[in-house]
């Protein structure tokens, strides 16, 4: 046989195969690592996409946390699992994106090692601030960091972590200097915060909304493109800062060498689950909202944030821990 004529027959039968291989998909348990402990919020999306996921295909689908070193722990499980759509890894902008182009010595390629599936929800965070700074909006709290110049400090999760990033965005973008101050997680900055001891600082809705309700902290500007529709009164940063818009987001991406028609059916199934009514409701109930992206989309997307978090550690001299 001719080499082309070789060539075309081995695709063509490695087309098929593909096809039957996702046909058959899954022959048993699907494993969705987290790189996070139980209980945070891309922890709580992870276990509703199981949930639909294994009525859907009637296999069981797992959750499987995976905590260390800020995510990079689970996601190079991943990145070494048999590529045949059993095991795959559902990260955050930091997994996915920010972790590239922060940590020089990481274990694994994110663009060769794994392929993109989808991004499942987007996640604004809240600015908090004490009760005793006295800004309502975006706007006002520049203003009162500009007027206490080097004494004016906010908390984040982590250095190099998304809401440390916001912070340094927001030093850049409205030509201020806020100071940042690290904490081991979010919940020990964000008692901080309430103590008095920082004064504000970039988190996620369902940390502090109810201590907004109650009044021990304020919320000054959500970071997300409008209002959040169960917190009305709160104006979004972009109202006061043009073009200031931060967003989490979660996504899910299957190690490299996962059959394309593999990739295409976990990604109709990942669309079902996130389109259940129930899944939906929950999930905006906290603050986060569905998204449903196709994988070259969402493969440019994860560039286009990369880029974008790579000029924010370049310009504020951010190392890792």
Request: charged residues 15%; proline residues 7%.
């Amino acid at each position: 046989m001719k080499p082309i004529v070789l060539r075309a027959a081995t695709l063509i039968m490695l087309s098929i195969a593909g096809f039957a291989q996702a046909q058959n998909w899954p022959v048993r348990p699907v494993r969705i690592v987290v790189g996070f402990p139980p209980g945070g919020g891309i922890d709580v999306v992870a276990r509703l996409l199981a949930i639909r996921m294994s009525d859907s295909l009637a296999q069981q689908v797992i959750v499987d946390n995976r905590p260390g070193a800020n995510g990079i722990l689970g996601t190079d499980i991943v990145a070494k699992a048999n590529p045949d759509g059993h095991t795959v890894f559902i990260g955050t902008t930091g997994n996915l994106s920010v972790n590239a182009v922060l940590v020089k010595t990481l274990p694994f390629n994110m663009e060769r090692d794994f392929v993109p599936v989808m991004q499942t929800s987007s996640v604004p965070f809240l600015i908090y601030a004490h009760p005793k700074v006295p800004a309502k909006s975006l706007d006002e709290l520049i203003a009162y960091v500009k007027s206490n110049p080097g004494k004016i400090n906010f908390y984040s999760s982590g250095t190099g972590g998304l809401p440390h990033l916001a912070g340094e965005l927001l030093n850049s973008m409205a030509g201020i200097k806020a100071i940042h101050v690290p904490y081991k997680g979010s919940a020990p900055g964000f008692n901080d915060l309430m103590g008095g001891q920082v004064q504000f600082g970039f988190d996620a809705v369902p940390v502090g909304l109810q201590h907004v309700k109650s009044g021990r902290v304020r919320a000054v500007a959500t970071t997300g493109p409008k209002r959040l529709s169960f917190l009305p009164d709160v104006p979004a940063a972009n109202e006061s800062l043009k073009g200031f818009e931060v967003v989490n987001w979660y996504g899910v991406v299957a190690p490299a060498g996962t059959p394309t028609a593999v990739i295409t059916r976990l990604h109709a199934e990942l669309v079902k689950a996130m389109n259940h009514t129930e899944t939906r409701d929950k999930l905006i109930a906290q603050g986060t909202d569905p998204v449903d992206s196709n994988p070259k989309a969402f493969g440019v997307f994860m560039k286009a944030e990369s880029a974008k978090w790579a000029r924010v550690i370049k310009e504020a001299g951010i190392k890792a821990d």
